[in-house]
């Protein structure tokens, strides 16, 4: 199983600034995935992180808001620009399972309140 | 369109049976999952269906009918920390298992 780490674990920022959440992940992995899960609602992908090629945004998601870094195999960024109180969310990174492909694991998730 | 429906709340007795329900329309199925999720944890994986028939696994079951859009989970012998919230997925792609459409949770919640 792959372990995966987040940061920070929660934060409360000002609406018009920006947030960076990390993931880091204990073993190479070929895609991370990035999901939005706020109050009362689904669990809601984001977008899909592959190293060394730009994300792939699901609808109703932009680069603009969402930019994703992926560095490496075992890395990724997710910064929520220009926050607004809607992003209030809790945000988490998931991978895939290295030996069962359609099982994926998740990191314990940034929980980000804006005021 | 894709749709996935569960109850919003369960409550079961320590040491009895659930069964947690979950309706599905998708465009070209691919499986269903289902997660569990602890409050203010990550979703952790349970189980993978995509043949109809059940599936047994431990104290935890999960039944698949792919004619009927429909796929329950049952937990046997609950215990107090099986009070969490069970989430069903499909993919959203035929093919695809990679992207997930997730329901809304069933939030279980075992009384001694």
């Known amino acids: 199983s792959a372990v995966i780490s987040q940061k920070p674990s929660r934060d409360i920022c000002q609406r018009g600034t920006s947030l960076t959440i990390q993931c880091q992940v204990d073993s190479q992995v070929t895609m991370m995935f990035w999901y939005r899960q706020q109050p009362g609602q689904s669990l809601t992908l984001i977008a899909t992180?592959?190293?060394?090629?730009?994300?792939?945004?699901e609808s109703g998601f932009v680069i603009d808001k969402f930019p994703i870094s992926r560095p490496n195999l075992t890395f990724s960024t997710l910064t929520v620009s220009n926050m607004s109180p809607e992003d209030s969310s809790i945000y988490l990174c998931?991978?895939?399972?290295?030996?069962?492909?359609?099982?994926?694991?998740f990191g314990p998730g940034t929980r980000l309140t804006v005021t | 369109g894709q749709n996935i429906d569960q109850p919003t709340e369960m409550t079961a007795t320590e040491g009895a049976i659930v069964q947690i329900n979950c309706t599905y329309q998708?465009?070209?199925?691919?499986?269903l999952f289902w997660y569990q999720q602890h409050a203010g944890e990550a979703p952790t994986f349970l189980s993978y269906?995509?043949l109809d028939g059940l599936e047994e696994k431990g104290r935890f079951s999960s039944f698949l009918s792919r004619s009927k859009g429909y796929s329950y989970l049952l937990l046997k012998e609950l215990q107090m920390k099986d009070s969490a919230s069970y989430l069903c997925?499909?993919?959203?792609?035929?093919?695809?298992?990679?992207?997930?459409?997730w329901g809304l949770g069933t939030s279980l919640a075992v009384n001694p």
């Open positions: 997925a499909v993919p959203k792609d035929a093919g695809n298992n990679r992207k997930l459409i």
């Open positions: 998708t465009s070209g199925f691919n499986g």
């Open positions: 992180a592959n190293q060394g090629s730009e994300a792939t945004y």
């Open positions: 998931s991978v895939e399972s290295g030996q069962r492909s359609y099982e994926q694991y």
């Open positions: 269906n995509v």
